[in-house]
Structure formats: C-alpha cells, structure tokens
C-alpha cells in the first residue's frame, strides 16, 4: 500500500500534507507535517504540485484551497470535520458584531470558511497573543475556542469577547486537574505541557502550555528525557519519529480525535487514483477569507 502510494504521489506530482494528530502511519508517508499554523505556512508554499492530499480536518483543507485555489485540494474522508469549527456559524458571528460594531473580529483558524470570510484576522494557538497584541481594537471578538479566548485574555490588556459562549474542542476540553495530580504521582519531576485548548484551570496546573508546534521546539532544545504532554494522543508519534530517545508519556490515553482518525491509507491510495473528494468553497467566501488568512500570516 505505502509503495503503491509512493508511485501515485509521483505519477500526479502530489503533496501529502498531514497534521501532527493524524495517526503514526499517514505521518511516516507524509511530506510535511504540522501544526495548524505549519501547514497554512506549507500550504502558501506549494508552487509545484498539482495535487495536494490533506490529512486532517475540514478546516484546514478549506485554508490550503482557499491559499491555494488553483489547485486540487483533496481531503481523504469528507467526513473528517472539526467539531469545535462548526460550532461558530455565520449568522451568530455576525450578531456579535452588530452588538460590538467596534470590535476587530480574530478567529482561530480552527473556524469554518463561512466564518473566516468576516474574520479582520486568523490566528492558530502558537500565535494566538501575537496577533491580538496587533490588533488596532481594545475589544476583540474571539473564537470559536473559549479555553484559547481565556488563555489570551489573561495575557493581554484587550478585552476578549468569546464567540460562542462554550465553543471548545472536545478532545482538550476533557483534560483535567485530576488527569494531572495523577501523573505527578505517577512520573513525580516530569515536566506536563498541555495545549491552550484545555481548560484555563489545566493550564495554570501545567509547566508549559504550548501549541503542538512549540511542544516540538520545545522538547527537541531540552536537557530533559520525559514529557507527559496534554494533548491529543498522536502527537507524540511525530515526536518518537522526529525526537527518538525521549520519553514522552499522554497526559490521558482518551485524548484522541476521533475524525483526525478518519484517514488511513486505503482512502489516501484512492484519493489518488480518483482525484477526490475535491475540497472548494464559493468564490466569494475564499476571496474574503484569504484577506483574513493573509493578514495572520503577514504579521
């Protein structure tokens, strides 16, 4: 299967681009892996492939066609959706913007595409503060994450509005307090670094608190061999590959998403063959997306 996808990649001059919670064997096929910020950066790159494979979620599909819609963008399984995206719809967005007609408007880009297209700017969790701190506004509109809407307002002096109230992703959103103490029992002097998604409670209990892509930085550049990582499960696949000889422990052996794990390598092989599922969006929404896109990522 994987040398028969090798020989498809080549023969459609295709990209494999994978998240780093896709499971450990799309992430040894991969051509790049990433955090959500990675790949919109890789995404903005790809200049001579004809074909990209995403294996991740509906959002992060609909960014790379909207950076690139000259292409075809193929994800494996259209089912794979983002829970937390598709809890902030646009009609709701725009209610709160009517109520705050002052506010600069940041969504994560963990939003659906419907959403982007009102945002003033995206942001990812590694960049999140940064971009609020640039913003002109002293009120931003944030989501649909309230976990990363209360992590940045405790680190800026702006005043954060979360869009939906309760929007979360569910995976990080059940970490907690508990799940730590329980580990420090278990691994007593490990360092714990959980994500921003996870409760505010979690993250004040944690050492780090760091985006998958700074959990990587992070545990490559130190001195110590073990990590309990509070994050979804794979992540610490593309450390064993990338970081071979640390030990890396989950905070919780439940932290997986389940529609990462829609993906495997049969419907890669398929994608392939076929072309499709065709990720594409109305011209009007990619258009006022990709200014919100390009303002987070010219910063």
Do not use: W
Request: charged residues 30%; aromatic residues 4%.
């Amino acid at each position: 299967m994987i040398n028969e996808i090798k020989k498809l990649k080549e023969e459609k001059n295709a990209i494999i681009l994978a998240h780093n919670y896709q499971p450990k064997e799309i992430q040894e096929i991969a051509d790049f892996l990433g955090d959500s910020l990675e790949l919109c950066i890789k995404a903005s790159e790809i200049k001579d492939k004809d074909l990209v494979i995403f294996c991740g979620v509906d959002f992060m599909a609909e960014t790379a066609y909207i950076l690139n819609p000259e292409k075809k963008i193929i994800i494996p399984d259209l089912d794979a959706d983002c829970e937390m995206a598709n809890m902030l719809h646009e009609e709701e967005l725009l209610e709160s913007m009517k109520e705050n007609p002052d506010a600069a408007v940041c969504l994560y880009v963990n939003s659906i595409a419907e959403a982007k297209q009102h945002a003033t700017t995206l942001c990812t969790s590694a960049n999140a503060v940064e971009i609020v701190e640039g913003l002109d506004a002293d009120v931003v509109l944030f989501g649909p994450d309230n976990n990363l809407a209360n992590h940045v307002a405790e680190k800026t002096d702006k005043t954060i509005i979360p869009v939906p109230k309760g929007g979360h992703c569910y995976v990080h959103d059940a970490l907690t307090v508990e799940d730590i103490e329980a580990k420090r029992k278990e691994y007593p002097g490990v360092e714990i670094i959980c994500h921003p998604e996870c409760k505010i409670e979690v993250q004040h209990a944690c050492d780090q608190v760091l985006s998958t892509g700074g959990m990587l930085k992070y545990i490559k550049n130190s001195d110590k061999e073990e990590f309990i990582l509070g994050t979804e499960v794979d992540m610490i696949s593309r450390l064993e590959i990338e970081v071979p000889g640390k030990k890396i422990y989950p905070l919780s052996d439940e932290a997986i998403c389940k529609k990462m794990k829609f993906h495997n390598l049969e419907k890669i092989k398929e994608a392939l063959e076929n072309e499709a599922p065709i990720v594409s969006l109305p011209d009007e929404v990619a258009a006022k997306s990709l200014k919100a896109v390009e303002n987070m990522l010219n910063k």
